[in-house]
């Protein structure tokens, strides 16, 4: 049917110019950018005919024209060649009507011809045309591939040089904005890739170009534009038609060779949902475990180590609100909600100016925006959590929320055991709450919100309690096409809180929190084709209260000891500058700089110079009033990447970066604990600084479905805390006596594969990797290891990981990861002996022994309700195993003292195949 | 939860199964006095023992200056020097070739002096007494001390005992030097006590604590005695020893700091890899000894240690009441014969209903834990 009325048009069309004909004598015009009043009034006045028109649908048209002798077809053919204007002379009334489309003709709207979502659009080959986008118009909403899409102020010659599009890419059905969305211009190196807003702005050379448009889990697209100046245009891209044909890792294919980015890898929620998840929960954490360069220190916990760093040196965002404690119940699940997550991006060297403040990674989790033009949902039940998510418009188009919850119910496995654990209790439950609103084309509101919490209680009489609390709201201003502003102001806040009342005498409550507000401006300037600038400025005043242990309970004699809190401003400003030098070459270069205040009300210790700090070599002290700069740091951090490209398919990547952290976790566990206690730099605790070399090499292959790369990096990393023997963190009011500044070195080499397309996609990494910290200040007191470098906690030198997905048909996949990395570094106690009045215990050098090495396989079997478009419900299963060879993976080896004997034990978590089912419905 | 995916079980890595055999050397090289040094060897770590002596090895001091000391073997792995005058210009060393024949030798040590100990002094608190040691060096030279200290108190039996048992088939009066009544016991530092004066702008230590005494200890329930030897450190010799206080408390468990490998100043020169523990230090070594007396001390009650005691009548020949036939118990020989009990006082009547008092010998005789011989020094 389609077909028939695009042969209709085009008979019509080619009729309707024949008719045009007509016999006035020639005239001879001379416009310089006339506007259409002008070029009308000089018209009538050569020629006696009326013209008629809609001025509003002509305030854009601009005619240039210098002719002499041609007939008023003639000029008019030239006027309105390549714009989207019409004409029709009526000889008889001298009349001329002047249109904007078709409208005078009996023709169909060209609206028509928009596919309704999940129809297959047509091959329209004819000059379609659209509505003029200008100033104050709104933005051009370009849905069709062959469509042309005419933009900016038409005018009858198109002038060389260059324009600037600009606009959302956003998901049809539900409108959800795209991020990471590649926009190439075909035959050209040109390309950009939309921002987590979906923004994107492009320059390109005005003319007829044509867009290829490609984004994760969407179908490739493209589009016809006809270009006359900067203007703006909307892609609506459609997805996938069922969710598991085609499983893209990499959201931009053509990235991994041509983005300037280096060490970067960005995760889309469909890839994270493949990977086979422990009681089928999606973990995103967990998945991010699987990258090259990603460690982690054991088996529960989601605290990770990128590049050699240590925990606490990653940022991690959720919607750009920090998350101090990532993991629910002791790091056995990720404390992102699956339902609710759009993406997951991982920095590991190109960490843009605009994030600071820790010195390894930056993981961003993006939410979905909520569904802005119908409700939907979906729903997961598994083991231990069951997931509710509900989204839709509050104003259709223009105002949407979602809203995500997940909770726990494991009381009951915990009641199934035997009687001596039935007063264990664990619970957990995480809310997210996000709103955007449109305001207009150039204003965004978005609200996030997001609030966790865990309960838990194991065979023992301590009950742990922590929370993580964010909400923040951002306005995203777009004041021309070519400038655009993020101002954000959040609040973040991480508490727990642990408590015991077994003995009721010593009843106690430890309380923590740290809490920070936020304020940043993000600016996006382009100032060109070859020159995107970003610049911005950030303010977090940090509150923090290390400590407090209270009685708990009547009848406790515990005496309440409070740390004192402790407060800090940390300020950055920040400019860089991507600059596309030619084709091959882009460098990406910016500047950070960031300062640190530590601020009262405090008192600080003074030690003795270049002595140990110890109780016995404080001098005095000094307090200092409420608000008052007690010291300043400050940094300046460079930011620079390059990318060259050896041939289209080839490229090689470089990158530098500095960074500065000035918040320090303390903890002398190798895991992330939730009792660990966070510390701000201060005139005794200097802030870690670091920096990284990197280098790459970057190959697509087979249609850029297969993509390789091999990266290597150096890192050094400054100030970074290590405890000294025995160290006290808990309560402690004077941690600078308990710890020591370190040296680390990092360096690695990392092998990626990854298969993008086909039944079997997934990923496959090796990396030879080396961390090591070294204590060599003699007037520290102690030197580890002689002062000589010695192996980071998360050292560990081979990491092997697949991750693999076969899809048999449609509705049938099955998933396969596997895991190998060499154990974990470890001292242990090797021999005792008797002296000075007791026995002692003699310990190898620190981590001179490794655990045994870790294996791991899982294995998932993914059932798909079925793949119809149209239904009301959409379900799926998956049911799988998670450590299939029951390998017994040591967490720790550790020694207890047991009759006189001192025996080693290993303490081993999910140590045998653990099958879990899990049942998922989408409405 | 953690219990139901986890698993704990018993490891025997070659780690601690190895034989584990690092030689052990610590002692003062002390001027002017008996330098004793003692060499012992590391055991596994699961093992029971302690601690095993290094027999038959030669042991000698070297000065600088090439002064050369033997010292002589004792049984227990400790080997002894008779006073010699060291050069406080000198630094000394100390070479060990053992049994085995591997040699070893700690670095040179300056002879570091210690100043003398200016008092001994308690303070009386709340919880007990505080024992604390006030020093200083005019020199301003010492900065870095160290302190052992032997505790010596009287302690009382709960009966005192009159008679005893002779041969295993009589008693006695019991004469005065076979008292078991009144003992002298002892006890050695078993903490590692350490002080500076680095920060200060002058070398004083100041109330530097020594020993705390609960109030209810039975140490200071009659008359107490603290000898306190104090040491000067290099700073070298300090940093040691806070972090072998430290670093020998606790075992290595999940949620524990991590410790690190200790070093001290003596070395392997047949294998230098080998790791050698301990350190060794030069200097003459102050003391000073004070008495404290409980009527001195706030009226504390003492918390002895003779739960379950009680003082029983034992006779030669006792009747089980109502047994049929009699059932006879001939206690004195039965108990006291043959030293489960220790008598008491002479329990008068006919026999065989005489006999004595007696209770167990914790109750009774304080040689158990200490010795019934005043110490030369006491008084």
Redesign the interface.
């Known amino acids: 049917m389609k077909i028939f009325y695009t042969l209709i048009i085009m008979l019509l069309s080619a009729s309707l110019v024949t008719a045009q004909n007509s016999p006035v004598k020639p005239i001879s015009v001379n416009f310089q950018q006339a506007g259409t009043e002008q070029f009308v009034k000089d018209l009538e006045l050569k020629t006696g005919y009326h013209f008629y028109y809609n001025s509003t649908q002509f305030d854009s048209l601009k005619v240039t024209l210098q002719l002499s002798d041609k007939t008023l077809n003639e000029i008019l053919n030239a006027a309105f060649r390549n714009t989207g204007y019409h004409y029709t002379i009526v000889p008889a009334k001298l009349w001329v009507f002047l249109t904007s489309d078709k409208e005078i003709h009996p023709l169909v709207a060209a609206g028509y011809f928009t596919p309704k979502p999940g129809q297959v659009t047509i091959n329209n080959t004819a000059p379609v045309t659209d509505l003029t986008a200008t100033v104050n118009k709104p933005a051009i909403e370009s849905t069709i591939e062959n469509k042309l899409y005419e933009i900016g102020i038409k005018t009858n010659e198109v002038k060389p040089g260059n324009a600037t599009i600009s606009g959302y890419v956003k998901e049809i059905k539900s409108g959800d904005v795209i991020a990471g969305a590649s926009i190439f211009v075909a035959n050209t190196k040109t390309g950009v890739v939309s921002d987590k807003f979906g923004y994107y702005t492009l320059s390109l050379p005005r003319g007829r170009q044509q867009l290829i448009v490609r984004a994760i889990g969407m179908k490739d697209t493209r589009r016809q534009l006809m270009l006359y100046t900067d203007g703006e245009l909307n892609i609506e891209l459609q997805d996938q038609v069922t969710r598991l044909k085609e499983v893209k890792i990499s959201a931009d294919k053509v990235a991994n060779v041509r983005g300037v980015e280096l060490s970067v890898n960005r995760l889309d929620i469909k890839n994270i949902k493949q990977v086979p998840q422990i009681f089928g929960e999606t973990d995103v954490l967990r998945v991010v475990l699987t990258l090259p360069g990603v460690q982690s220190v054991g088996e529960?916990t989601t605290g990770f180590n990128v590049r050699g760093g240590a925990a606490d040196q990653n940022l991690i965002l959720l919607n750009d609100a920090t998350i101090y404690n990532p993991a629910h119940?002791?790091g056995?699940f990720s404390a992102f909600n699956p339902d609710i997550v759009k993406d997951v991006e991982l920095y590991k060297n190109s960490i843009p100016e605009k994030f600071g403040g820790r010195l390894s990674s930056v993981l961003e989790v993006t939410d979905r925006e909520g569904n802005k033009k119908s409700f939907a949902g979906s729903a997961g039940i598994g083991l231990l959590t069951s997931r509710l998510n509900v989204e839709g418009p509050i104003i259709k188009d223009k105002t949407s929320f979602i809203f995500g919850a997940r909770t726990s119910y494991?009381d009951w496995?915990?009641s199934l055991?035997p009687a001596e654990?039935k007063h264990?209790h664990?619970s957990f439950y995480d809310l997210n709450l996000d709103i955007s609103h449109q305001i207009n084309k150039n204003n965004n509101i978005y609200i996030t919100s997001y609030l966790s919490n865990d309960n838990f209680r194991?065979?023992s009489d301590t009950t742990y309690n922590y929370s993580n609390q964010n909400a923040n709201i951002k306005w995203k201003h777009n004041f021309n096409n070519k400038f655009f502003g993020v101002l954000t102001a959040g609040y973040d806040g991480y508490k727990y809180d642990i408590s015991s009342i077994q003995n009721p005498v010593d009843g106690y409550k430890l309380k923590f929190n740290i809490n920070q507000t936020n304020f940043k401006a993000d600016f996006t300037y382009y100032l060109n084709g070859n020159n995107t600038i970003d610049f911005g400025i950030s303010s977090i005043f940090y509150q923090l209260n290390p400590g407090d242990e209270e009685p708990y309970g009547n009848g406790s004699l515990v005496v309440p000891d409070v740390v004192p809190a402790e407060h800090a401003l940390e300020s950055a400003v920040y400019l860089g500058d991507k600059y596309d030098m030619t084709d091959d070459l882009t460098i990406s270069a910016g500047m950070r700089f960031s300062v640190y205040n530590y601020l009262g009300q405090q008192t600080i210790d003074n030690?003795?110079p270049n002595?140990?700090r110890?109780p016995?070599?404080?001098?005095d002290s000094t307090t200092y009033g409420k608000g008052k700069i007690i010291n300043t740091y400050s940094h300046p951090e460079i930011r620079i990447s390059a990318r060259y490209n050896l041939s289209d398919d080839l490229s090689i990547k470089a990158g530098y970066n500095t960074l500065a952290q000035y918040i320090h976790l303390l903890s002398?566990?190798?895991a992330i604990?939730p009792i660990d206690v966070y510390k701000l730099s201060d005139p005794n605790i200097k802030p870690q600084y670091g920096d990284q070399i990197s280098l790459g090499l970057y190959k697509n292959a087979k249609a850029n479905t297969i993509e390789a790369s091999v990266e290597v990096y150096y890192k050094r990393i400054n100030n970074y805390l290590d405890?000294?023997?025995?160290?006290?963190l808990l309560l402690n009011q004077h941690i600078e006596q308990d710890v020591l500044n370190t040296q680390g070195k990092a360096y690695g080499i990392e092998f990626s594969l990854r298969k993008t397309a086909g039944k079997l996609n997934g990923w496959v990494n090796y990396t030879y990797s080396r961390t090591f910290l070294r204590q060599n200040d003699p007037n520290a007191?102690?030197l580890?290891?002689?002062g000589a470098y010695y192996p980071a906690?998360y050292d560990k030198p081979n990491a092997f990981n697949f991750t693999g997905n076969y899809r048999f048909t449609h509705r049938y996949s099955v998933s396969l990861d596997v895991t190998y990395s060499t154990g974990r570094p470890?001292?242990?106690?090797?021999?005792?002996?008797?002296?000075?009045?007791?026995?002692?215990?003699?310990?190898?050098?620190?981590?001179?022994?490794r655990i045994p090495d870790y294996f791991r396989s899982d294995f998932s079997l993914n059932i798909d309700g079925n793949a119809k478009v149209n239904q009301r419900f959409h379900n799926s299963w998956s049911v799988g195993v998670y450590n299939l060879t029951g390998r017994?993976n040591a967490?720790?080896?550790?020694?207890?003292?047991q009759g006189?004997?001192?025996?080693?034990?290993?303490?081993?978590?999910?140590?045998?195949p653990?099958p879990f089912i899990n049942y998922n419905i989408r409405f | 939860m953690t219990t139901a995916f986890a698993c704990k079980k018993q490891i025997s890595s070659s780690v601690t199964n190895a034989p584990n055999n690092y030689l052990v050397v610590n002692g003062n090289i002390a001027p002017d006095d008996t330098t004793t040094i003692t060499l012992t060897r590391t055991v596994n770590i699961s093992g029971k023992a302690n601690s095993k002596p290094e027999l038959n090895a030669s042991v000698s001091i070297e000065g600088s200056q090439g002064d050369h000391y033997t010292l002589a073997p004792n049984s227990n792995g400790a080997y002894v020097l008779a006073p010699v005058s060291l050069s406080a210009t000198q630094n000394y060393r100390l070479k060990i070739t053992t049994s085995e024949g591997k040699q070893y030798a700690s670095d040179f040590v300056p002879v570091k002096n210690s100043p003398p100990i200016d008092t001994v002094n308690y303070v009386i608190q709340a919880k007990g007494l505080q024992i604390n040691v006030n020093t200083h060096d005019p020199a301003n030279n010492t900065h870095y001390y160290r302190w052992d200290y032997t505790e010596t108190y009287i302690i009382h039996s709960l009966y005192n005992s009159h008679y005893m048992e002779v041969n295993h088939d009589t008693t006695a009066p019991r004469p005065a030097d076979k008292e078991i009544y009144q003992c002298w016991a002892s006890d050695t530092s078993s903490t590692i006590v350490l002080g500076s004066s680095a920060k200060l702008s002058q070398d004083i230590i100041s109330a530097q604590p020594i020993i705390a005494i609960p109030s209810s200890s039975e140490k200071i329930h009659i008359r107490y005695s603290i000898r306190v030897k104090q040491y000067a450190l290099t700073t070298d010799a300090y940093n040691y020893f806070v972090l072998l206080k430290k670093n020998t408390e606790q075992l290595g468990g999940i949620f524990d700091a991590q410790p690190s490998e200790l070093t001290g100043n003596i070395h392997c020169l047949t294998n230098p890899s080998e790791p050698v523990i301990g350190f060794v230090t030069a200097g003459s070594v102050t003391q000073q000894r004070i008495f404290i007396d409980n009527a001195n001390l706030p009226a504390w009650q003492a918390d002895l240690p003779f739960n379950g005691c009680s003082a029983d009548t034992l006779v030669y020949i006792y009747t089980i009441p109502g047994s049929r036939p009699p059932q006879l118990i001939y206690q004195v020989n039965e108990f006291i014969y043959t030293d489960v009990m220790i008598p008491i006082d002479y329990v008068d009547a006919f026999y065989p209903n005489n006999g004595y008092t007696a209770a167990f010998p914790y109750c009774v005789d304080c040689t158990i834990r200490g010795t019934n011989k005043q110490p030369s020094f006491w008084k």
């Open positions: 529960a119940f002791f056995f494991s496995l915990l055991l654990y264990s664990a194991l065979n030690y003795a002595l140990p110890s016995n070599n404080v001098v002398n566990t190798t604990s405890y000294k023997s025995s160290a006290s007191g102690e580890i290891n002689g906690n470890i001292t242990l106690p090797i021999a005792k002996y008797y002296a000075y009045g007791s026995e002692r215990v003699f310990y190898s050098d620190r981590n001179a022994y017994q967490y720790s080896t550790f020694f207890q003292e006189g004997a001192i025996n080693e034990y290993q303490l081993s978590i999910f140590a045998r653990i």
